[in-house]
């Protein structure tokens, strides 16, 4: 390495030196401003909280007084100057030493209402202006929000606010404040307009966490004893462990059972139960009677196990005939048996061209839901 070479490694390595020096430097100075500037909004909070308590206790006094008239200003909470000199000469003029002292009261209260008012908008010159909360709003989405204004990429943003306190839960009239300054952000929030102070909303969403918890470990305890409970009287029942797995099992098996006993139950009631066959082969088995100037209808051995096919209505409408499944030749007519159910109104009925199928769409399901139906094909 050249004595030339050496030298400007050196100036280098000493101006990363210095930067990185004036970098942690800098970020002293901005972490005290910012700890300078939080402890000046917990002032301005607390100044805002007590205004807003010494108002009250302000509009207390003029009503305790019966007076009615007289209205301070809603966003100072401060009499007009009217108002104070019309107080003054009723005091004046005023006999009653305890009125007096009353009317007197209201007036004090208004000096210190406007003192805590001058102490809040000298600290409000101060702090950087806050991002008021509305409706909806919270402290993470704002706190994102004004990082990017001030240029930051959505990941150094989030970056940056995963290291400061964030508030879970924010009410509107919040008042945000923001601190970001070479590298350094900071967040804080006061009462502002809420109707809430941040503390107290953060002890009651504690409160109400606590309570939930509480009230969950007290149902667990409760739901303990009584599994305590049912547990000692089923070891008193079948004296010990294995008894009781071998119940469970049975009772697992048992409702296993019943399930599909219920859903074989509720397809049987919601299908139709068909045979198909051949119209002389079903009159010679005594399923059908064929008379001569009648209707099909039902045979000596119309029975349940003839009527080995299903149709679940709830899912299917349609029944295919093919008549070489049939043995036929030919599908040149079908027979409904019951010959209540109707052609065209219960049914529809459709042979091919070729007479070798025909299908049967079923048209009012309720009609012939857990029904038993004979079709006789006749070549």
Same mark, same amino acid.
């Given at each position: ?87 003054? $000469? ?43 909360? &509305? ?50 952000? #900071?967040?804080?929030?006061?009462? #502002? ?9 953060? &002890? ?8 939930? &918890? ?84 039902? #045979? ?26 049939? #043995? ?13 159910? $109707? ?37």
């Amino acid at each position: 390495m050249t004595i030339k070479s050496f030298l400007r490694r050196t100036v280098s390595i000493l101006a990363l030196t210095v930067l990185a020096f004036t970098v942690a430097c800098n970020r002293s100075v901005e972490e005290k401003e910012f700890q300078a500037l939080s402890k000046k909004a917990a002032e301005l909070d607390a100044l805002s909280q007590k205004a807003g308590t010494e108002g009250a206790e302000q509009q207390k006094k003029l009503q305790e007084a019966g007076i009615n008239d007289v209205k301070p200003n809603t966003e100072t909470m401060q009499l007009t100057e009217d108002q104070k000199k019309a107080l003054e $000469e009723r005091i004046k003029t005023e006999k009653n030493s305890s009125y007096q002292a009353l009317l007197q009261e209201v007036l004090d209260k208004d000096k210190e209402i406007k003192e805590l008012n001058e102490k809040i908008t000298n600290l409000k010159k101060i702090l950087p202006r806050p991002d008021v909360a &509305r409706a909806g709003d919270n402290h993470y989405s704002m706190a994102i929000r004004f990082l990017k204004k001030k240029g930051l990429s959505e990941q150094n943003a989030r970056k940056l606010v995963s290291r400061v306190n964030i508030m879970e839960k924010m009410a509107p009239g919040f008042e945000v404040y923001h601190f970001y300054s070479n590298g350094v952000y #900071g967040t804080w929030v006061s009462q #502002g307009k809420a109707t809430i102070s941040p503390s107290e909303l953060q &002890r009651r969403e504690r409160e109400k966490i606590e309570n939930e &918890r509480d009230t969950a470990i007290a149902q667990g305890e409760k739901l303990q004893e009584e599994v305590d409970d049912l547990a000692t009287r089923k070891k008193a029942l079948e004296e010990d462990i294995a008894g009781l797995r071998t119940e469970k099992e049975r009772m697992v098996k048992d409702m296993e059972v019943l399930s599909t006993n219920n859903e074989q139950m509720k397809a049987k009631l919601n299908s139709l139960h068909y045979v198909v066959g051949n119209r002389k082969k079903l009159e010679q088995a005594g399923v059908i009677i064929v008379p001569v100037f009648a209707k099909d209808r039902a #045979g000596s051995n119309w029975a349940d196990s003839v009527f080995d096919q299903s149709l679940d209505l709830r899912n299917h409408d349609t029944i295919s005939i093919s008549a070489a499944n049939l #043995g036929l030749k030919s599908v040149a007519k079908v027979n409904v048996v019951p010959g209540s159910l $109707e052609k065209d109104k219960h049914y529809t009925l459709q042979i091919s061209p070729d007479k070798q199928s025909a299908t049967i769409k079923i048209l009012a399901k309720e009609r012939f839901k857990n029904e038993k139906v004979v079709f006789a094909v006749t070549d």
